[in-house]
């Protein structure tokens, strides 16, 4: 493999002096691109598009063919998984994903089996593969899954949900079965980052998107420890040691500090709280992922201009911030605000690496 | 007017001593009660519904007929005023509230004039007086309203929304004209929450369903600003001072010892937070209420008076705490559960008034 060109990205996941902050942006590969949208369409549906390494190497390029970022992120989906554990994934158009086989029994989930993540989804790792091949070493490539309890929540609700009743709902009436399918999870995660890592990945992510929706006690027991276990594998798996782990849930609000001690280099934030905050309540240990809001992209280049300057100051001099977005881009976004936002970053932020 | 034979409320909002912890449930007069299905039934809507004041005054009833609650609330719904502002609300079923004429541009917002609340909206102020009648001092009457910015949310989405990008876009792109309609609605509510105190109630309430969906410096300008505006406001009115004041803004998590300033008698606290934490952040200031997981009634009775012993032991001795949910009541919810919760609330919390 040639040598990593730009690694603004790793430096500044361990904690290490950059010259300009490195940017990324989640869904970078997406919808508010055109040439998205045309391969999609070539590709005939996401999930076709998804499961093509040819067509998911060229959407993840799209981005990085327009702006100066620096970073790629695999293109695939966190529903991956349970489509692997035999649920059934499709995608219901302007609904999102549904499950042909939700869990809707401590039956069911007893009934899984952690499948072999290798032969059940081999064009994930053909596809970072390839992405590696076409980088050639021009900025690193993250993969990434969902979280134990997300992908729990999807099981469970057989899709989204607007109250999570179901997945909730469990952990008050049978908490054992709800442990006994993150636990399967967990397991069948920590396979499929490794896989990602030794096909080639350089760094991984992990999207919690409904921790949020828990109480206290309930983020701690059903989403933050099972954060743990896979930060804690991980460290100890051949593939993905040494490789930086970025946590995010959504919504973390006070519990970002906790988030912090389980062993990984760093949190994404979303565009709720304060850098500087945040910083302080996590004291440094862990570098720091976000957090402009998304709709700010709708605003002016101006107004994206200080706002990208807000959260750079938010932050603070010295090492250990990534910008990105709060959340997804959004699919209405205007591209030519995203080079707005890139370019701002790095421009920006030098005065706080002098 | 009869005296009020159970203050607990008000006497809790007020920081004062009580026997025990006081006890409502948000949404309690709703789909999950068989009498209130039933009455809906007959009404035909909602709407319907919501516009009578005998049917409405009979479903606020239904919850005190069977539970041993410390408060009624005004059976209404947040988007009387935007109603009354011209917008068309209708109810799509299944799918929640819709205005046929949404706010699409800054002309539509200075087209809206303040209404003559008293004038347009009734049924609202007739409900009150005839529920003051009906309670005969039994419990006290809760009167509430929609905050400006949760408000301006569903007049500019036109219902509900997934992210909020047309209001939050306006924030970005026109924030001088979302200011002028979150300035009109302020002026509004204060005419609509000083009707409804005048006609009887007996303590407000102000949803701020979508406080939690702005950034930190977002919060402050367009949600946190009216709120403390409309407290200001109505401490100085003379239907409306002396009455406390209830703010409610879900996932407002860090912004709860700022929202404790802004003049109000208490603060609603979502399930996310726990009662601990926000009473050292608002420094008792204030009163707190909350904060069950509306999912934790679907557990079985020994695990609600698990929930409820938690949660009552993390607000700990002392008055000020009104026990409630952290959201409204699900339809799912069986009303026995409710039961167990209300007893619960009032027998395991005589310790903490000792």
Redesign the interface.
């Known amino acids: 493999m040639p040598p990593l060109r730009n690694d603004r990205l790793l430096r500044a996941l361990r904690r290490e002096p950059v010259d300009r902050t490195p940017v990324w942006i989640m869904r970078q590969a997406g919808r508010y691109l055109p040439e998205y949208r045309a391969t999609r369409a070539r590709a005939g549906s996401f999930l076709a598009l998804m499961r093509s390494p040819e067509l998911a190497t060229e959407v993840t390029l799209q981005p990085l063919a327009r702006f100066d970022l620096d970073a790629a992120i695999l293109f695939s989906d966190i529903l991956t998984v349970p489509d692997a554990l035999g649920l059934g994934l499709h995608f219901v158009e302007g609904e999102g994903p549904r499950f042909e086989r939700p869990l809707r029994s401590a039956a069911d989930i007893d009934r899984l089996r952690a499948p072999d993540v290798e032969r059940a989804l081999p064009y994930v790792f053909d596809t970072v593969r390839m992405l590696r091949r076409e980088l050639a070493g021009r900025v690193p490539l993250i993969g990434f899954a969902g979280s134990p309890w997300t992908l729990a929540c999807y099981m469970v609700e057989g899709g989204g949900s607007a109250?999570?009743?179901r997945v909730?709902?469990l952990?008050?009436?049978d908490p054992a079965a709800l442990h006994r399918l993150l636990a399967l999870l967990t397991d069948t995660l920590v396979d499929y980052l490794s896989a990602q890592a030794a096909a080639g990945a350089q760094a991984l992510m992990v999207f919690d998107t409904w921790g949020?929706?828990?109480?206290?006690?309930?983020?701690r027991e059903f989403s933050l420890a099972y954060q743990a276990r896979l930060a804690q594998r991980l460290a100890g798996d051949p593939a993905t040691r040494g490789l930086p782990l970025i946590l995010f849930t959504k919504?973390a609000?006070?519990w970002l500090a906790e988030q912090a001690e389980v062993g990984c280099a760093a949190l994404g934030v979303d565009?709720?709280?304060?850098l500087a905050?945040v910083r302080v309540a996590t004291g440094g240990r862990v570098a720091l992922q976000g957090n402009l809001?998304?709709?700010?992209l709708?605003?002016?280049p101006e107004?994206i201009r200080a706002e990208v300057a807000?959260i750079l100051e938010s932050y603070g001099p010295g090492p250990g911030h990534v910008f990105n977005l709060?959340h997804g881009v959004?699919q209405?976004t205007d591209p030519e605000h995203v080079r707005v936002l890139v370019d701002a970053v790095h421009e920006l932020s030098m005065p706080y690496h002098a």
């Open positions: 109250d999570f009743r909730k709902g952990s008050y009436t949020g929706v828990l109480s206290t006690p309930g983020y919504n609000g006070r565009w709720t709280q304060e905050d809001d998304p709709i700010a709708f605003g002016s107004r807000r709060g959004l209405q």
